[in-house]
Nanobody, 126 residues
Framework: VQLVESGGGLVQAGGSLRLSCVAS????????MVWFRQAPGKEREFVAA???????GYKNSVKNRFTISRDNAKNTVYLQMDSLKPEDTAVYYC?????????????????????WGKGALVTVSS
């Protein structure tokens, strides 16, 4: 199984980036897909998730700025990030959760995911 993130980079505050995560070796449509991030010196945290049926949820601080979506035909999950802030600077990871439904932001942590990507660095300059 592989999850490969792309689309990270350097952007000015207020700008946009779109992250992609391509999955292989698993039945993609059977997994809830989750984005996490880890800023320097901080713990990994939940950002957004999208379930098998398309239900979704976000960390409060990214609501109305980030949009998660999935394309099962392409085995890909996306994270559109708009109005970026310096505090969004982090390594962003995608992960696959065996539980098919969205369970609320507090349910997602580093220990419960089945598969992980290696991450993509997003740097937002002020």
């Amino acid at each position: 199984v592989q999850l490969v993130e792309s689309g990270g980079g350097l952007v000015q505050a207020g700008g946009s980036l779109r992250l992609s995560c391509v999955a292989s070796g698993l039945t993609f449509e059977s997994y809830t897909m989750v984005w996490f991030r880890q800023a320097p010196g901080k713990e990994r945290e939940f950002v957004a998730a999208i379930s098998v049926s398309g239900g979704f949820g976000y960390k409060n601080s990214v609501k109305n700025r980030f949009t998660i979506s999935r394309d099962n035909a392409k085995n890909t999950v996306y994270l559109q990030m708009d109005s970026l802030k310096p505090e969004d600077t982090a390594v962003y990871y995608c992960a696959a959760d065996e539980k098919p439904t969205y369970r609320g932001s507090s349910a997602y942590n580093s220990y419960g995911m089945k598969y992980w990507g290696k991450g993509a660095l997003v740097t937002v300059s002020s």
